[in-house]
């Protein structure tokens, strides 16, 4: 009541409404501890409606009643609700750089650095009971150790220059995409690689 008075004041342009709100919210376990739905209700649907038709084979009579009730595309956030995907986790590293550079003369010098770079992980797309089993919720963090050993010089009076260097990257849960059950996921592999 209050919220369609203020509404309605809001379309008149009279800014000067007081409102007063109240907020509630209600948490519920339903099928499994990781699926949490926040309201009594979803699209309708009570949770023991909801959870006596998951009990049941994909195309039952009362999966297909919960199926018509919720619309194809549900709001922000609710897939992850209805789902059971997390929506928050903690990713956290430590990262750094050291590094040496000795020059040999006016025209030479040779450097060596040691670093760790760090990406944090994330979220798959919420996915599908039918799927969990081998898909992840979330991907992990991707780290990466990294030696660099090189010289820079110059010759001819500065009209040549020659630097070069070999580096070797070990990437720790390297992230790279795939597509399962028509969405793009993350995984994590484990990669080194090298150069010159």
Not at 51 to 68: D, V
Not at 143 to 154: L, M, P
Not at 173 to 191: C, E, F, H, P, W
């Amino acid at each position: 009541m209050v919220l369609q008075e203020v509404h309605d004041a809001a379309l008149q342009g009279d800014r000067s409404e007081n409102a007063a709100y109240i907020y509630g919210k209600q948490r519920m376990r339903l099928i499994d501890k990781r699926l949490r739905i926040l309201r009594k209700k979803i699209y309708g649907v009570t949770a023991d409606q909801f959870a006596a038709a998951a009990a049941t084979a994909p195309l039952s009579a009362e999966r297909l009643a919960i199926n018509s009730a919720i619309p194809i595309v549900p709001g922000f956030g609710e897939q992850r609700i209805l789902t059971g995907s997390p929506s928050e986790d903690t990713w956290e590293e430590v990262t750094g750089r050291i590094g040496i550079d000795y020059q040999i003369n006016d025209d030479s010098m040779v450097f060596l650095f040691l670093s760790r770079g760090y990406k944090p992980g994330g979220f798959n797309p919420a996915i599908p009971p039918a799927f969990q089993d081998n898909s992840a919720f979330t991907f992990d963090s991707e780290k990466i150790d990294a030696i660099e050993i090189g010289t820079k010089n110059v010759f001819f009076d500065g009209r040549m220059t020659l630097n070069g260097s070999l580096f070797a990257y070990d990437y720790g849960g390297l992230q790279v995409t795939r597509i399962a059950n028509n969405s793009s996921i993350n995984d994590n592999v484990d990669a080194k690689t090298w150069g010159l």
